[in-house]
C-alpha cells in the first residue's frame, strides 16, 4: 500500500535536509528520497561554511574549526595573508555535520528513505505520483543535485557551465597553518578555479577543480605542493569529487507543484563555488513557502514560488566567472601577484559581504589599493599581509599517498 505526502523532497543535502525539516516543523508529512546508503557516506562537497551560514544552521562546537585567514598562493608558491576582522571560515567533519543534520529533520517527523533514487515522477490533477517508490505527494522538491533528475523530468531549467572537483582527505598530515585555508592559484593544475588545502577538525582536506570537462590531475598538484607540508606520516582517508555549477540560477526553477532548490536550481556563486550558505538560507523558506499554500490550499504555488523564493541570479559574478574561465597564465599571475591592487581585489573576492560590485566594495577597494584606513566609524575591511614560498626544512618534506 502506498503512501501519501504533502512534499517529498528529493536529495537529502544541505538545502533538502533544511527544506524538509522546516516545512515538517509546521506540521506537514514530509518525505527524503536519498540514494546514498547514509548520511557519512557518498559526500561531494568540502563543508566548508562562510561566516554567514553559522547563523542557519546549530552544530556542536567539536564539529566544527574556525579559520580567519585565507593564505592565498601563486603559482610561483609566493604567498599573500588576507584577513578581514570579525570574519572567519568554519572547516567541518563534514560526515559527522550530516550527520547531524539528517538527525534533527528525523526528530522533526521528516521519513528519509536511504538508498532510494528517484527516477521518476508523474504529475496527476491534485498530486504527484512516483511509482517506483509507491508514493504520491503534493508537492515535490528537486534537491538532487547540479545534474538534477528531477529538473529534467519535468522540463525545468538545468545546469550548463560546471567545475569538476576532486579532493582527498587525509590523517596525518603536518606542518598545515591552521589559522589559514592554503588556496592556490595556477592556471595549469586548476584551470578556471583553485587549489586547496583545508585544515579540518579532524581531517585535513586537499583538493582541486577546474573547468568541466577535463582531467582533474590532483596526484600532480600534490606533488607540487609537498614541499609546503609534511605528507611523510599522511594517510588518505576518503576521496570525494564531483561535478559544481557555476552557471549561476538555472532558468526555470518551478513547474506547477515542483521546485527546484540548492545546486539543482543553480544557486552556487558563479566565482567562488560555494554553495551551502545559500542552500541552509533557502530551503527553511522553501519549506514555509510549501506549509503554507498547504494550509491555505493555494493554487497558485507557482507565482508564489517565483516572487517569494529570491534565489540569486549572481549577475556580476557570472561576469567574472567568464574571466576565471579564461585566466592570464602563471608567468603573468605571479606578476600580478606583486601588485596592490591585485592583493586588494584577491581580499574583496573572500571576505566582502556585500557584493564585489556593490559600493561599499569599490570604496574599500580604493581604501585598500591607497593604503588609507577605514573612517572611525567603519568596520575595517580586512588586512593583506605578504609572505615568501616556504622552505623545505621550515615545512617538511614527503611524499603523498
Not at 586548476?190 to 587549489?195: D, E, K, M, N, T
Not at 513547474?255 to 532548490?261: F, G, I, N, P, S
Not at 592570464?328 to 560590485?357: E, K, W
Amino acid at each position: 500500500m502506498g503512501k501519501d505526502f504533502d512534499v517529498t523532497v528529493v536529495g537529502a543535502s544541505f538545502a533538502g535536509l533544511a527544506c524538509a525539516r522546516a516545512a515538517a516543523e509546521r506540521g506537514l508529512d514530509v518525505l527524503v528520497l536519498e540514494s546514498r546508503r547514509a548520511p557519512t557516506i557518498g559526500l561531494r562537497t568540502t563543508g566548508i561554511l562562510v561566516q554567514e551560514a553559522i547563523a542557519h544552521i546549530d552544530l556542536p562546537p567539536d564539529v566544527l574549526g574556525k579559520i580567519e585567514g585565507v593564505r592565498l598562493y601563486a603559482p610561483s608558491l609566493e604567498f599573500v595573508d588576507l584577513a578581514a576582522p570579525g570574519y572567519a571560515f568554519y572547516a567541518t567533519d563534514l560526515p559527522r555535520v550530516m550527520h547531524e543534520q539528517a538527525a534533527d529533520a528525523v526528530r522533526s517527523g521528516v521519513e528519509i528513505r536511504w538508498g532510494t533514487p528517484f527516477r521518476s515522477a508523474i504529475a496527476e490533477a491534485e498530486r504527484i505520483a512516483i511509482p517506483t517508490n509507491a508514493t504520491t505527494t503534493r508537492f515535490l522538491v528537486g534537491a538532487d543535485g547540479a545534474q538534477s533528475r528531477v529538473a529534467r523530468s519535468f522540463g525545468l531549467g538545468t545546469n550548463r557551465r560546471f567545475l569538476t572537483g576532486l579532493e582527498y582527505e587525509f590523517e596525518g598530515l603536518e606542518g598545515v597553518d591552521a589559522g589559514f585555508l592554503h588556496v592556490f592559484i595556477d592556471a595549469e593544475s586548476a584551470p578556471g578555479y583553485i587549489g586547496w588545502v583545508v585544515p579540518g577538525p579532524r581531517v585535513a582536506q586537499v583538493g582541486l577543480a577546474s573547468r568541466h570537462p577535463g582531467k582533474v590531475d590532483l596526484e600532480g598538484f600534490l606533488r607540487r605542493i609537498e614541499g609546503l607540508f609534511d605528507f611523510s606520516a599522511a594517510r588518505r582517508i576518503e576521496t570525494r569529487g564531483g561535478v559544481i555549477p557555476v552557471g549561476g540560477r538555472v532558468g526555470r526553477i518551478v513547474r506547477d507543484r515542483v521546485v527546484l532548490l540548492g545546486d539543482a536550481a543553480g544557486t552556487v556563486s558563479p566565482l567562488t563555488a560555494g554553495g551551502i550558505h545559500r542552500a541552509l538560507e533557502l530551503g527553511p523558506i522553501l519549506g514555509e513557502l510549501i506549509a503554507d499554500c498547504v494550509a491555505l490550499s493555494a493554487a497558485d504555488f507557482e507565482s508564489r514560488a517565483e516572487r517569494e523564493l529570491r534565489y540569486p541570479r549572481y549577475r556580476a559574478k557570472r561576469l567574472l566567472r567568464l574571466l576565471a574561465d579564461h585566466q592570464p597564465s602563471n608567468a603573468m599571475v605571479d606578476r600580478l601577484f606583486g601588485f596592490d591592487l591585485f592583493r586588494a581585489f584577491a581580499q574583496l573576492v573572500f571576505f566582502h559581504q556585500q557584493g564585489l560590485f556593490s559600493r561599499d566594495a569599490w570604496r574599500d577597494l580604493r581604501r585598500l589599493f591607497a593604503g588609507t584606513p577605514p573612517q572611525s566609524n567603519e568596520k575595517p575591511s580586512g588586512q593583506v599581509s605578504c609572505g615568501s614560498k616556504p622552505s623545505r626544512s621550515r615545512a617538511g618534506a614527503g611524499s603523498a599517498r
